[in-house]
C-alpha cells in the first residue's frame, strides 16, 4: 500500500527566507507525486507532479521538488518566500497501475506561515 | 473550461434532514472523485468513478451515504439522514487518466446543526 508522510504540520518563515517543506513516500511500484496547495476557503491547486521524467521538477510560483528515490523523498522548495505563499501544501502519491489503481493518497498537509 | 463545479458552497441544515452535494466534472475527465476534509481527518477519499461506474467506494463512512454518477457531467453525494459529524468541507475532483493529476472543486461547506 502507498503512504504519504509530511513532516511538520507547520513551518513558519520570514518573507525572502527558504521554503522547504518535506515528504516522504512510500510505493511498491514507481510511483507519480504531487504538490498541491489550498488557500483558505479554496479547493486544492496542484503545483507540480513528477511522473517518472526529469527528477527536478518545476511548477507554478516559482516552487520545485526533487524525487530521490533512494530516500523516498520528494521534499518542495521554493527560494524565497513570499506572504502569499501563506497556505497549507499537500503531497500525495499514486501508483498507476497498482492496487491502489486510480487512486491518490495525500499526506496531512502542512501549513506554511510567511513572517514580515 | 470552467473547471470542476460543486454545488451548493455552503450548506447548513439540521440534524436528520436529506443533504445532496452536486459535481459536474471537466468534460472529458473519466475518473470522478468524492473527498471529505475535517481538521481532525484531514482529506479523505470517499468514493471515486471510472466512466461512471464506482470502482471504490470503501471510503463511504456508512449506509447514511451514497453516490451516483448518473452520466459523464454529473454526479451527487447523498447523505440521509444528516448528523452533526457529517459537518466538513466535501470536494469534488476529476482527472483524465488514472493516477494522474486530479482537479478540484472549490468545495461545499456543510454544517450539520
Known amino acids: 500500500a502507498q503512504s504519504v508522510t509530511q513532516l511538520g504540520s507547520h513551518v513558519s518563515v520570514s518573507e525572502g527566507a527558504l521554503v522547504l517543506l518535506r515528504c516522504n513516500y512510500s510505493s511498491s511500484v514507481p510511483p507519480y507525486l504531487f504538490w498541491y496547495v489550498q488557500y483558505p476557503n479554496q479547493g486544492l491547486q496542484l503545483l507540480l507532479k513528477y511522473t517518472s521524467a526529469a527528477t527536478l521538477v518545476k511548477g507554478i510560483n516559482g516552487f520545485e521538488a526533487e524525487f530521490k528515490k533512494s530516500e523516498t523523498s520528494f521534499h518542495l522548495t521554493k527560494p524565497s518566500a513570499h506572504m502569499s505563499d501563506a497556505a497549507e501544501y499537500f503531497c500525495a502519491v499514486s501508483d498507476p497501475g497498482g492496487t491502489s489503481y486510480g487512486k491518490l493518497t495525500f499526506g496531512q498537509g502542512t501549513i506554511l506561515t510567511v513572517h514580515p | 473550461d470552467a473547471g470542476v463545479i460543486q454545488s451548493p458552497r455552503h450548506e447548513v441544515t439540521e440534524m436528520g434532514q436529506e443533504v445532496t452535494l452536486r459535481c459536474k466534472p471537466i468534460s472529458g475527465h473519466d475518473y470522478l472523485f468524492w473527498y471529505r476534509q475535517t481538521m481532525m481527518r484531514g482529506l479523505e477519499l470517499l468514493i471515486y468513478?471510472?466512466?461512471?461506474?464506482?470502482?471504490?467506494d470503501s471510503g463511504m463512512p456508512e449506509d447514511r451515504f451514497s453516490a451516483k454518477m448518473p452520466n459523464a457531467s454529473f454526479s451527487t453525494l447523498k447523505i440521509q439522514p444528516s448528523e452533526p459529524r457529517d459537518s466538513a468541507v466535501y470536494f469534488c475532483?476529476?482527472?483524465?487518466?488514472?493516477?494522474?493529476?486530479?482537479?478540484f472543486g472549490p468545495g461545499t461547506r456543510l454544517t450539520v446543526t
Open positions: 468513478f471510472n466512466n461512471n461506474v464506482p470502482i471504490d
Open positions: 475532483a476529476s482527472s483524465i487518466l488514472t493516477g494522474d493529476e486530479q482537479y
